[in-house]
């Protein structure tokens, strides 16, 4: 989606390095570009045609605006059956929705280039991933604000979190209900995982039932909430994207692929990208939005020239922003799967619910 780069650089500019370098990786969210733009320049779809969407941007946009909006995403629509059951996430690694990237030889992990799951298809990685719903460490959020982005600390950010979700237990200080993303937390663990958990447990790790309460909850060990509902993986496409469909001022694109964005002086005003391989540009008159997600937002940064200069000027791309910390200091967690053997019988998981 489009809106971050013209208040980036209208209002960001000047800000500590720091808070650029926190801000490129962290602040952005998913692979689609939403613009709002004049009628005339639009392509109107049809519901059928559109299929199913993503992202509460884009659902907090069209219901509180007049203005139309585009939304470009670079894979498919969620057709395949494996991104709504559950179960099917492990089916999902390396197909059609699954940009798959390698990252590059890790040190740590002797020397092996890893496999980066990243969601090409409307939902995104939500679409993908194993549904575990924590919002990270309130400190992380504190530490954006310390470093110059007024409004990002978790205070400030809780009552959105607690906007957007329906948690099953109800209102609460840290949740919110009658949203559109369902938050699971009232399901019997898998008997493999509740041992894992009594183990821990017994060698002294807290038990937690709630990691996104506050600080001191999200160290211990405990089942993790989900974004699943009536049994099925609850990505941002169905909780946010599909009740917009119908309004008269969403114009959705799919395998559409973002190039650059476009300026006029330091002010945002478009993308440009390819779609039946031809080069096209939607201009905007509002604002615009990029959600690329962790590794896409600041790639298109970086292709439109903003980032680091000499690295740009390496590239060959003309340098619009020098802003060093775009494309650095990623953080990410490593996936290590386990091969275990049971004295006894080991269940299969209830279907729409558990993994193991």
Same mark, same amino acid.
Request: glycine residues 8%; negative net charge; charged residues 20%.
């Given at each position: 989606?489009?809106?971050?780069?013209? #208040?980036?650089?209208?209002?960001?500019?000047?800000?500590?390095?720091?808070?650029?370098?926190?801000?490129?990786? @962290?602040?952005?969210?998913?692979? &689609?570009?939403?613009?709002?733009?004049?009628?005339?320049?639009?392509?109107?779809?049809?519901?059928?045609?559109?299929? %199913?969407?993503?992202?509460?941007? *884009?659902?907090?946009?069209?219901?509180?605006?007049? &203005?139309?909006?585009?939304?470009?995403? &670079?894979?498919?629509?969620?057709?395949?059956? +494996?991104?709504?059951?559950?179960?099917?996430?492990?089916?999902?690694?390396?197909?059609?929705?699954?940009?798959?990237?390698?990252?590059?030889? !890790?040190?740590?992990?002797?020397?092996? @280039? *890893?496999?980066?799951?990243?969601?090409?298809?409307?939902?995104?990685?939500?679409?993908? +991933?194993?549904?575990?719903?924590?919002?990270?460490?309130?400190?992380?959020?504190? +530490?954006?604000?310390? /470093?110059?982005?007024?409004?990002?600390?978790?205070?400030?950010?809780?009552?959105?979190?607690?906007?957007?979700?329906?948690?099953?237990?109800?209102?609460?200080?840290?949740?919110?209900?009658?949203?559109?993303?369902?938050?699971?937390?009232?399901?019997?663990?898998?008997?493999?995982?509740?041992?894992?958990?009594? &183990?821990?447990?017994?060698?002294?790790?807290?038990?937690?039932?709630?990691?996104?309460? $506050?600080?001191?909850?999200?160290?211990?060990?405990?089942?993790?909430?989900?974004?699943?509902?009536?049994?099925?993986?609850?990505?941002?496409?169905?909780?946010?994207?599909?009740?917009?469909? @119908? #309004?008269?001022?969403?114009?959705?694109?799919?395998?559409?692929?973002?190039? %650059?964005?476009?300026?006029?002086?330091?002010?945002?005003?478009?993308?440009?990208?390819?779609?039946?391989? $031809?080069?096209? !540009?939607?201009?905007?008159?509002?604002?615009?939005?990029?959600?690329?997600?962790? /590794?896409?937002?600041?790639?298109? =940064?970086?292709?439109?020239?903003?980032?680091?200069?000499?690295? /740009?000027?390496? /590239?060959?791309? $003309?340098?619009?922003?020098?802003?060093?910390?775009?494309?650095?200091? =990623?953080?990410?967690?490593?996936?290590?799967?386990?091969?275990?053997?049971?004295? !006894? %019988?080991?269940?299969?998981?209830?279907?729409?619910?558990?993994?193991?």
């Amino acid at each position: 989606m489009f809106k971050f780069c013209e #208040r980036f650089l209208h209002n960001y500019v000047g800000k500590p390095r720091d808070a650029f370098s926190e801000m490129s990786m @962290a602040f952005l969210a998913r692979e &689609a570009l939403q613009a709002a733009y004049g009628r005339e320049n639009a392509n109107h779809y049809s519901p059928e045609q559109l299929c %199913r969407n993503r992202s509460r941007n *884009l659902n907090i946009y069209t219901e509180a605006s007049a &203005a139309q909006v585009l939304l470009l995403e &670079a894979g498919g629509v969620d057709e395949n059956p +494996n991104i709504h059951d559950p179960a099917g996430l492990f089916a999902l690694r390396e197909g059609e929705e699954d940009w798959a990237y390698s990252t590059a030889p !890790q040190k740590y992990a002797a020397d092996r @280039a *890893l496999h980066w799951p990243r969601g090409k298809v409307l939902g995104g990685s939500s679409s993908l +991933n194993g549904m575990i719903y924590v919002r990270g460490h309130r400190t992380d959020y504190d +530490n954006w604000a310390y /470093l110059g982005n007024a409004g990002w600390d978790y205070e400030s950010l809780l009552p959105y979190f607690k906007r957007s979700e329906d948690f099953d237990r109800g209102e609460s200080r840290y949740h919110g209900q009658g949203g559109p993303l369902h938050v699971l937390s009232q399901f019997e663990p898998h008997p493999v995982n509740k041992a894992i958990i009594a &183990a821990a447990v017994e060698k002294g790790y807290p038990h937690r039932d709630d990691f996104n309460a $506050d600080a001191d909850e999200i160290y211990g060990v405990g089942a993790c909430h989900l974004t699943i509902k009536d049994g099925k993986r609850h990505s941002t496409a169905s909780a946010f994207l599909k009740p917009a469909l @119908a #309004r008269p001022n969403l114009t959705v694109l799919t395998r559409v692929l973002a190039r %650059r964005l476009l300026f006029d002086g330091t002010r945002c005003i478009g993308v440009e990208y390819t779609h039946d391989g $031809d080069l096209k !540009q939607a201009h905007a008159t509002t604002e615009v939005i990029v959600s690329g997600g962790t /590794l896409v937002s600041p790639k298109l =940064l970086l292709l439109s020239g903003i980032g680091p200069t000499d690295q /740009l000027r390496h /590239l060959g791309i $003309d340098v619009l922003v020098d802003l060093p910390g775009v494309g650095q200091n =990623l953080h990410d967690h490593t996936l290590s799967p386990s091969i275990y053997a049971a004295k !006894q %019988r080991v269940p299969p998981p209830v279907p729409g619910l558990q993994l193991n």
